[in-house]
């Protein structure tokens, strides 16, 4: 069993960085892929960004890409999602996902352990 752990949340204005985290409780950290979703109101739960066992491999969603590094920490089972250029529409409700194997994945049911999740709202 792997507990995700979220926490870097917060209320920002546009153009503004933010870093998320994600504690996993897994001997196996290591053997993770590791990603962000995010999911805004009344909307579907979207890929963010994710990174192989290593982190040598990452992967990101096309509206994100340039502005936000996904990065992990394996000594510390931590993943790591920096924001950049902050924009209204990143507002969501992000999402740490872990899943087995070694296949990088945008597909949300593919993902096994979920965290609860963090807030980020970014103001105009």
């Known amino acids: 069993q792997v507990q995700l752990v979220e926490s870097g949340g917060g209320l920002v204005q546009a153009g503004d960085s933010l870093s998320l985290s994600c504690v996993a409780s897994?001997?196996?950290?290591?053997?993770?892929?590791m990603a962000w979703f995010r999911q805004a109101p009344g909307k579907e739960r979207d890929f963010v960004a994710a990174i192989s066992w290593g982190g040598i491999n990452t992967d990101y969603a096309d509206s994100v890409k340039g502005r936000f590094i996904i990065s992990r920490d394996n000594a510390k089972n931590t993943l790591y999602l920096q924001m950049n250029s902050l924009k209204p529409e990143d507002t969501a409700g992000y999402y740490c996902?872990?899943?087995?194997?070694?296949?990088?994945?945008?597909?949300?049911?593919?993902?096994?352990?979920w965290g609860q999740g963090t807030q980020v709202t970014v103001s105009s």
């Open positions: 996902a872990a899943r087995a194997g070694d296949v990088l994945t945008r597909v949300r049911s593919q993902y096994n352990y």
């Open positions: 897994a001997r196996a950290f290591s053997h993770l892929i």
